[in-house]
């Protein structure tokens, strides 16, 4: 009887252990774009930080986004088991900040003076001048940003995820979700380690002997600034098309609008998709700017008055 129990433990778990494989494979690439969006966004967020810093601060954010999908995975499971309601809205919330992160960085020129600008330049070159302390305080500033930034990109990836395995078992369930998650922030962090420290590969190899070493590193040197710069754009607008692309699956009076503007673009109409989630990123992220600035002054007003 103990045997015939333990056999059918092992057949049971073998059983679930195959299904979180095949749902592991089709929630990892429904998950893609995500992860791409992940990457540029967060090594992005890295940038402007000293050589020598970039690893730990890498792994100062790698062990933010470890915290929080050790939140988001339980959450998600309550959420999906008592309020399913509820995850629409928040992945619209998560959406709408992304949408006015993206749109404040564009504008941030514009709603700041000359003066402003020429003051934190200022400040931040005093920084890294004399005070060891302050350029602490920029780069912790610079860990808390891009956690958030991977609090809202993993709510997606584990509410696709989720998606994904929702008929499933509550075990195939809790094992496809906690293997997501480890492989998501392993893989976005390794790359972005990489990407960060690729200067330093070819400083190395510009100055190893051999032509062949020296020229790959002079081409690293070169491409490295250029790299970084690309993933710059790349973060800006994946919090457009992420951003976009949540609030536009939520509201139902935007569901035709990639139709609508397929018929526009004719031979490009395979673009209408990420271009209206564009679209709708910018706009939204217009509107929540402008709502905060707004609030920001009437506060403002009213403490001085």
Known sequence: MAASSLLLLIDDIAAVL????????AAAKQTTGVLGDDLALNAQQVSGVAADRELPVVWAV???SFKNKAILVPAALAISAWAPW???????????????EGFEKL???????AEDLAADQAALSQAALDAQQDLLAFEADKVRGAIRTDFILSAEIIAITLGTVSAAAFSTQVLVLSGIAVLMTVGVYGLVAGIVKLDDAGLYLSRHEGSFNQKIGRLLLVAAPWLMKALAVAGTAAMFLVGGGILAHGLPFLHELPAQLAQVLGPLGGLASLL?????????????????????????????G
Not at 86 to 100: E, H
Not at 107 to 113: E, F, I, V
Not at 285 to 300: E, I, K, M, P
């Open 276 to 304: 209206s989630s564009g679209l709708v990123g910018v706009v939204a992220g217009a509107l929540v700017l402008a709502g905060v600035t707004l609030a920001q002054r009437l506060r403002g007003a009213f403490a001085k």
């Open 86 to 100: 509820a995850v629409t809205p928040l992945l619209m919330v998560g959406g709408a900040y992304l949408c006015f």
């Open 107 to 113: 504008a941030h020129k514009y709603l700041h003076s």
């Open 62 to 64: 790698a062990k933010g």
């Open 18 to 25: 195959d299904d979180v494989a095949l749902l592991s494979k």
